[in-house]
Nanobody, 124 residues
Framework: QAHLVESGGGLVQAGGSLRLSCGASGRTFRSYSMGWFRQAPGKEREFVAAITRSGGNTYYADSVKGRFTISRDGARNTGYLQMNSLKPEDTAVYYC?????????????????WGQGTQVTVSS
């Protein structure tokens, strides 16, 4: 079992930055791949970024590539999503998730555990 808590969301102007954190309970954090997804009002949840258990491989949606960076700290049982050059279209609730698989990380069905989400609002 894993319990996830996101933090770091908020209101920021376009061009600004935020860093989201995802704290995981339990001692199995290192056994899981981690992903970030987001859901804007009236839209489906979409993949943002993912990182494998070792941290050796990262994946990004085209819409955030070059602006967002995913990372993880196994010693702290915490994952991060650094978001730079934010745009109004990045406004959404952001969710972190953990999954046992190391493939299919852009698919939300891959993940076993989800956080409650944190709101990110980017003003123009």
């Amino acid at each position: 079992q894993a319990h996830l808590v996101e933090s770091g969301g908020g209101l920021v102007q376009a061009g600004g930055s935020l860093r989201l954190s995802c704290g995981a309970s339990g001692r199995t954090f290192r056994s899981y791949s981690m992903g970030w997804f987001r859901q804007a009002p009236g839209k489906e949840r979409e993949f943002v970024a993912a990182i494998t258990r070792s941290g050796g491989n990262t994946y990004y949606a085209d819409s955030v590539k070059g602006r967002f960076t995913i990372s993880r700290d196994g010693a702290r049982n915490t994952g991060y999503l650094q978001m730079n050059s934010l745009k109004p279209e990045d406004t959404a609730v952001y969710y972190c998730a953990l999954g046992l698989n190391a493939y299919g990380l852009a698919n939300s069905n891959t993940y076993n555990y989800w956080g409650q989400g944190t709101q990110v609002t980017v003003s123009s």
